[in-house]
């Protein structure tokens, strides 16, 4: 009998953690590396957040919380999202997870049944289609050309819409591209969507804070409240405040949806980890002037990354508007071999060529769904990310 359940047999592990494990292993043996395949900021959590911490410790709030986090915290958040957005939510509508990957996985979970479907633009985060799968549901990848600015149309997800369709899985800023909708754009969306009454939305705006050239990434309720009382609207405190390990997600939705979600998460984690917990009320309503030093270096480190790679033979990279990511095309690259002895056959050969010979770590496309590109994080430091251009401009020349 198999150890494992047929589940588990429709997901793949997380491949940009799979990168990432290599690059630290590959470092550990002494190996030059710059890894360039997480998306984590390498900003430190602010210190008024860590002190709000270290006095939660003190103070004793080191027991359990309300599965759905503490009220003060979920408080914060239905005032963030006010602020921010200009959304309407009471506090008994939010709930706070594990991270923003788990208020996917509770949201797709509670509400998919066999064989419903979940419509997911590509590229795309790499859990998304294998969340759904987990849930029993069907991914439905609809791609979204770089002519178009790597942005679902509306007459695309039109045709995507079936009986079965449950959901869309919408991220702006897009990870792994960096594009993010305009009020304009998220208009037409939104005008197709009120069309399908069935069809609910989960709208991850984890890098909505993340946006440069003076770029506004509104979310899906702010431009159509219509759509208010079928979307989950979800958020994080991980990139905008520089607290990936802290863990925790967040999410606002109609009420009987965030019992849904609680129901779950009473069965599997319970509540997020108390002291996280209190950190993140003080990063939501504490002094947010830190997030506009951080995005001004974001958008320099893009800049950079972005011109440097234009300059690689046979590489092409558009400029995002959001997110801490490139993703160019390596078209150009392929059919070629490496100096390395290596055939460039497929996106995957690249990056592990790329690896391999130059210790460069990044992300193949396809494991975003979207083949012939690869993504690259400049999520860190500037003469980093100049000697990983440099190497991938020296890789590209060396191919023949």
Same mark, same amino acid.
């Given at each position: 009998?198999? +150890?494992?359940? *047929?589940? +588990? ?7 940009? =953690?799979? &990168? ?5 292993? +590959?470092? *550990? ?19 008024? =957040?860590?002190?709000?911490?270290? @006095? /939660?410790? *003190? ?17 914060? &958040? ?67 050309? /770089? ?12 045709? %995507? ?44 705006? =984890? ?57 779950? @998460?009473? @069965? ?10 209190? /950190? ?18 974001? @958008? ?12 690689? %033979? ?8 959001? /997110? ?30 790329? +690896? ?5 770590? *990044?992300?193949?496309?396809? %494991? ?33």
């Amino acid at each position: 009998m198999d +150890l494992t359940a *047929a589940r +588990l047999d429709r997901i793949s592990p997380s491949q940009t =953690i799979a &990168i990432s494990t290599k690059a630290r292993a +590959l470092k *550990a043996a002494g190996k030059d590396i710059i890894s360039l395949s997480a998306g984590e900021p390498d900003f430190d959590t602010p210190d008024t =957040i860590k002190k709000a911490a270290m @006095q /939660a410790i *003190a103070a004793g709030e080191t027991k359990y919380t309300d599965v759905a986090g503490t009220p003060a915290l979920r408080r914060a &958040i239905a005032e963030r999202f006010r602020a921010d957005s200009g959304l309407d939510y009471t506090w008994d509508e939010v709930i706070v997870s594990n991270g923003g990957k788990q208020i996917i996985y509770n949201a797709m979970v509670a509400t998919i049944n066999p064989g419903d479907e979940a419509i997911i633009p590509a590229p795309c985060w790499v859990s998304y289609p294998d969340i759904v799968s987990l849930a029993e549901g069907t991914p439905v990848i609809v791609p979204c050309s /770089a002519e178009n600015g790597f942005k679902l149309q509306p007459a695309d997800l039109e045709a %995507a819409i079936t009986p079965r369709t449950r959901w869309l899985l919408l991220n702006s800023p897009n990870n792994p591209t960096g594009a993010a909708y305009s009020a304009e754009e998220m208009r037409g969306l939104c005008d197709v969507l009120l069309r399908h009454p069935d069809v609910w939305i989960l709208t991850d705006d =984890i890098y909505n804070k993340l946006v440069y050239d003076g770029f506004r990434a509104p979310t899906v309720v702010e431009v159509e409240p219509r759509l208010r009382d079928r979307t989950v609207t979800m958020n994080g405190v991980s990139k905008a405040y520089a607290m990936t390990g802290w863990r925790i997600g967040y999410s606002a939705a109609p009420v009987q949806m965030t019992r849904a979600m609680n129901k779950l @998460q009473s @069965q599997s984690t319970s509540g997020p980890c108390s002291i996280s917990q209190a /950190a993140a009320v003080e990063a939501l309503t504490g002094p947010q002037d830190f997030i506009g030093t951080m995005v001004s270096t974001y @958008q320099a480190r893009r800049d950079l990354v972005v011109g440097m790679l234009n300059e690689a %033979a046979g590489l092409h990279c558009p400029v995002p508007e959001g /997110a801490f990511y490139v993703f160019p095309s390596l078209v150009g690259c392929l059919g070629r071999t490496s100096a390395g002895g290596t055939l460039i056959d497929t996106d995957e050969a690249f990056v592990t060529a790329l +690896l391999d010979e130059e210790g460069v770590a *990044a992300v193949h496309g396809s %494991a975003f769904m979207f083949a012939g590109h690869f993504r690259i994080s400049y999520a860190t430091d500037t003469e980093s990310l100049k000697e990983a251009c440099l190497r991938i401009q020296r890789f590209c020349a060396g191919l023949r």
